[in-house]
């Protein structure tokens, strides 16, 4: 997983490019006065390129030591506790087999607008979900609903999507510690991610555009086709190790090893909306949640 933020030394930098768009050559005249054929007047068919949503800091959150973003689920109501959603690890380093709930906690969490602009300070009730086990997340209870941000500041949870994201979408990791939007797409997804003592399942691995740093943990992964929270970032490879801490491996279904040098990862989120009920209440044995268990 990535260093905390105060471990930090570099800052983000980026670089846009811009695509000349080609201009079509004019089309011959024809020989003869002879009408064309329908077939020959018929435009060549182009698949229609999926519509991308404009993607901002509203709603993702500044932790002491990590990023993180105010959360909702499909079923979830303006009148529920809003949730905040980061990694594991930003909250513990947790030993495998280990798994939190309902912890009370006071946590502040520093919300942004749209600009990046701190709007408030949000304080958590309690832990209600953290685990290092086969995924790295942490899922923190507020004091406060959604309906209650959304009316004194203006910020809107990001809603948690509960189907995984497919290979080759656009996303972009939105960390709220740094103030900054990494764009790249999904480039593939491990079999398992190891990383020193721990081992995840359903781990997202970044085309080499988002180049991720200390304090991106915990941000939201956002399919900027819908919008929604895919996965959440936790980890990447920094010097070439293998299986270290800092430096994650693939691990195949036969059991080798590929290491990628400077590729980033997260946890995907879609097994978590199944496990929290009416009130945005952590239900572990309800039907189809299968997130590991104390």
């Keep these: 997983?990535?260093?905390?933020?105060?471990?930090?030394?570099?800052?983000?930098?980026?670089?846009?490019?811009?695509?000349?768009?080609?201009?079509?050559?004019?089309?011959?005249?024809?020989?003869?006065?002879?009408?064309?054929?329908?077939?020959?007047?018929?435009?060549?068919?182009?698949?229609?390129?999926?519509?991308?949503?404009?993607?901002?800091?509203?709603?993702?959150?500044?932790?002491?030591?990590?990023?993180?973003?105010?959360?909702?689920f499909p079923a979830s109501v303006d009148t529920d506790p809003a949730l905040v959603l980061s990694n594991g690890h930003c909250s513990s380093l947790l030993d495998p087999g280990v798994v939190i709930t309902d912890r009370p906690a006071n946590r502040p969490f520093n919300l942004l607008d749209s600009s990046g602009t701190q709007v408030a300070t949000l304080k958590a009730a309690k832990l209600a979900y953290g685990t290092m086990t086969d995924t790295d997340v942490a899922i923190y209870e507020l004091t406060t609903t959604y309906a209650a941000i959304k009316s004194s500041y203006g910020v809107s949870a990001l809603t948690l999507r509960d189907t995984p994201p497919t290979a080759g979408s656009a996303i972009t990791v939105a960390s709220g510690a740094w103030k900054k939007l990494l764009d790249c797409t999904v480039d593939g997804f491990p079999h398992r991610l190891k990383e020193g003592k721990w081992t995840w399942k359903d781990s997202v691995r970044y085309s080499p555009a988002c180049q991720t740093i200390g304090g991106t943990s915990g941000s939201p992964v956002i399919d900027r086709t819908t919008g929604e929270v895919v996965a959440v970032h936790n980890t990447g490879n920094e010097n070439g190790a293998s299986c270290t801490l800092d430096n994650?491996?693939?691990?195949?279904?036969?059991?080798?090893?590929?290491?990628?040098?400077?590729?980033?990862?997260?946890?995907?989120?879609?097994?978590?909306?199944?496990?929290?009920?009416?009130?945005?209440?952590?239900?572990?044995?309800?039907?189809?949640?299968t997130l590991p268990k104390p």
């Design 1 to 72: 997983m990535r260093k905390p933020l105060g471990a930090a030394i570099l800052a983000l930098a980026f670089a846009g490019a811009v695509a000349t768009p080609a201009v079509a050559a004019p089309g011959a005249r024809p020989a003869t006065a002879q009408p064309v054929t329908k077939a020959a007047a018929r435009p060549a068919t182009k698949a229609a390129e999926p519509t991308l949503q404009a993607v901002s800091l509203a709603g993702t959150v500044a932790l002491s030591n990590c990023s993180g973003s105010v959360v909702r």
């Design 248 to 289: 994650p491996c693939e691990v195949d279904q036969d059991g080798n090893i590929t290491v990628r040098k400077g590729i980033n990862y997260a946890a995907q989120t879609y097994r978590i909306p199944a496990c929290f009920t009416t009130g945005n209440q952590l239900d572990l044995s309800a039907a189809g949640c």
